[in-house]
């Protein structure tokens, strides 16, 4: 995106995949401050074990769309997430009767570590997945669009629809400070005795 020389500094991106990069970075910051948000350690244990039942369904899911063999595969890692449930002594809990939250619920829920708010972490995260997705919704919400001239008629125009680097900014401003926040987390747990 960035060109720079000894004269100029250019930015250069498509109206149409810019965000994706943003959109998987919230992702996974988000993710990571979700498992180490709980001050509970026993918590943010049963987290990660929902996090581990949820990619073996994708996988499994994935496996069984090529053909390629998952049943057995799919039984020995869960048995082996249900071992760790026991040996971190969780109770009566029932891992495979809990599922992970949605990404919108879970932006939610991370809202109040939020500081300098520009854009919510989740409005940012839906614009991104708009565009990521080819939403038109989302670049007409946030893309330039200038219409050609003569080209208007009674049902329409044509127009060139170029990126807003101020709008692209504020959501990767807001993937940054996501991102810093889930690693100041992990920093302050990993600082404990």
């Given at each position: 995106m960035v060109q720079e020389s000894d004269q100029s500094i250019m930015l250069t991106a498509s109206a149409f995949g810019a965000y994706a990069l943003a959109r998987n970075s919230m992702d996974a910051a988000a993710t990571a401050l979700w498992l180490l948000e709980p001050v509970n350690g026993t918590l943010r244990i049963?987290?990660?074990i929902l996090l581990g039942l949820d990619e073996e369904e994708k996988k499994g899911a994935m496996f069984q769309s090529i053909g390629k063999?998952?049943?057995e595969v799919k039984r020995r890692?869960?048995?082996r997430l249900k071992e760790v449930a026991?040996?971190?002594q969780l109770g009566v809990w029932n891992p495979f009767a809990d599922s992970l939250p949605t990404m919108t619920k879970t932006l939610r829920m991370l809202e109040h570590r939020h500081e300098n708010v520009v854009m919510p972490w989740l409005a940012a995260w839906q614009l991104a997945s708009g565009h990521a997705h080819g939403k038109m919704w989302a670049h007409l919400?946030?893309?330039e669009i200038e219409e050609?001239?003569?080209t208007q008629t009674s049902t329409g125009a044509q127009y060139v629809m170029t990126i807003n680097f101020g709008m692209l900014a504020v959501v990767l401003y807001e993937a940054v400070?996501?991102?810093e926040v889930a690693g100041l987390r992990y920093l302050n747990?990993?600082?404990r005795p």
């Amino acid at each position: 995106m960035v060109q720079e020389s000894d004269q100029s500094i250019m930015l250069t991106a498509s109206a149409f995949g810019a965000y994706a990069l943003a959109r998987n970075s919230m992702d996974a910051a988000a993710t990571a401050l979700w498992l180490l948000e709980p001050v509970n350690g026993t918590l943010r244990i049963k987290r990660r074990i929902l996090l581990g039942l949820d990619e073996e369904e994708k996988k499994g899911a994935m496996f069984q769309s090529i053909g390629k063999p998952w049943v057995e595969v799919k039984r020995r890692r869960r048995q082996r997430l249900k071992e760790v449930a026991g040996e971190a002594q969780l109770g009566v809990w029932n891992p495979f009767a809990d599922s992970l939250p949605t990404m919108t619920k879970t932006l939610r829920m991370l809202e109040h570590r939020h500081e300098n708010v520009v854009m919510p972490w989740l409005a940012a995260w839906q614009l991104a997945s708009g565009h990521a997705h080819g939403k038109m919704w989302a670049h007409l919400a946030s893309n330039e669009i200038e219409e050609i001239p003569g080209t208007q008629t009674s049902t329409g125009a044509q127009y060139v629809m170029t990126i807003n680097f101020g709008m692209l900014a504020v959501v990767l401003y807001e993937a940054v400070q996501l991102l810093e926040v889930a690693g100041l987390r992990y920093l302050n747990l990993a600082r404990r005795p």
